[in-house]
């Protein structure tokens, strides 16, 4: 018997699964907006300055490649913390340092399974794997407003009143700070009334923190989960280092678990350790070294803030550059909302056949929501995108 036959044909990654394509595509002025990494001006993914010092001083340590503890380095997991929740007693905490934020929503998503919740609700649209992973943990996901596709703004009322229906014993998925894909984000008071009503209704919060300092700031991103410290009992937190570290393939990423009571804390962690044994076992102790020198260094941390505030002020410049390149070419919509959007991304607003016209003919890669990765676009090529988009409208 052939159990292989089992298989049946598996749809491309709707991110990663366009590489293969964009290499194959001869045309010599093709462009790739697609994939969710911070870009240079050279179209070269950043080495932080931060990151090779301390890269350098690890060198010089000689340090083993022995296994780091289950939940990793408990320096890196305080690190993680003080990042995150700054202002508040580490008693109620349990961090694990993770195989990146996806192993860390994975972790959260087998977390809740144990914990009884069976439905997770997540705002559409929302970076495509999360539905997958959350499904991989026994879940059953479903869709609720997010994004308004007409007025490019988020639709908080239909926001609250989805929030409002969803049946005891389920979770909601909230992003904060650069919503993935259309970079807009709630304001403060509507983030209030948001955890108002999970308050309320007793929904348990699952927050995904990808994009840390690319919105307002270090401190001011951190806000929305400050409110969510204060108000609810119990949350969980995922965090990736791969954007605001540049450490994309090291794999380094945080879960956080908060507990008012403090009494089930520790079988938060216990759980949490039986779970990540029982798939990644360990987290890659590279990624965690470099965190722990940088954030332990005055000297190395001043200088991540700073070129991680150059990034941000770069991309919010880049989209005031890339909207003048838009309005020279007459559109028939008018994009400012690109400015108000924050991070990497924004919706363009085209439909699918307007994406795959834009690849075929000029060889434009868009992902098929329209999604634009602003800090891969340049000075030198935001004309000849500005005229593609253009000629497909």
């Known amino acids: 018997m052939n159990y292989f036959q089992a298989f049946q044909p598996v749809a491309p990654d709707p991110i990663l699964g366009l590489a293969p394509i964009y290499q194959k595509d001869p045309n010599p002025n093709k462009i790739n907006l697609t994939i969710g990494v911070y870009q240079t001006d050279q179209s070269q993914i950043t080495l932080f300055k931060s990151v090779y010092e301390a890269e350098k001083i690890l060198l010089g340590q000689k340090l083993n490649k022995g296994y780091a503890p289950m939940d990793g380095d408990p320096a890196v997991r305080a690190e993680i913390l003080k990042l995150t929740a700054p202002n508040n007693s580490a008693d109620h905490f349990y961090v694990a340092h993770t195989a990146g934020s996806t192993s860390a929503i994975r972790l959260g ?61 389920s979770a909601a998925l909230f992003q904060m700070a650069c919503h993935n894909p259309t970079g807009c984000d709630p304001s ?151 400015l108000r959007d924050q991070g990497l991304f924004s919706l363009m607003g085209l439909n699918v056949e307007q994406v795959l016209k834009l690849r075929s003919q000029s060889g434009v890669y868009l992902l098929d929501n329209s999604r634009i990765n602003i800090a891969a676009l340049r000075q030198d090529n935001m004309e000849y995108v500005a005229k593609s988009i253009r000629k497909v409208f």
């Open 188 to 338: 403060t008071e509507q983030w209030k009334k948001i955890v108002e009503i999970v308050k309320s209704k007793n929904i348990f919060p699952i927050i995904d923190f990808a994009y840390h300092g690319f919105g307002q700031g270090l401190d001011e991103d951190i806000h929305p989960f400050q409110l969510f410290l204060d108000q609810v009992d119990e949350v969980f937190l995922c965090y990736s280092f791969a954007k605001n570290f540049g450490l994309y393939g090291e794999r380094a990423g945080g879960f956080i678990a908060f507990d008012r009571s403090k009494k089930s804390i520790a079988l938060v962690g216990d759980h949490s350790k039986k779970v990540i044994r029982s798939f990644y076992s360990s987290p890659p102790i590279n990624g965690g070294r470099i965190i722990k020198t940088i954030l332990q260094s005055a000297e190395l941390k001043k200088m991540w803030q700073q070129e991680l505030g150059e990034m941000r002020m770069r991309l919010k410049g880049l989209r005031e550059l890339f909207v003048k390149a838009l309005e020279k070419e007459n559109f028939p919509v008018d994009f400012k909302f690109l």
């Open 109 to 169: 998503g087998d977390l809740l399974k144990i914990m009884g919740i069976e439905n997770i609700y997540i705002g559409e649209p929302t970076w495509p794997n999360h539905q997958h992973v959350f499904r991989c943990s026994g879940l059953k996901t479903f869709n609720m407003p997010y994004y308004n596709y007409q007025t490019h703004q988020i639709e908080f009322e239909q926001i609250c009143q989805a929030l409002e229906k969803i049946p005891p014993k």
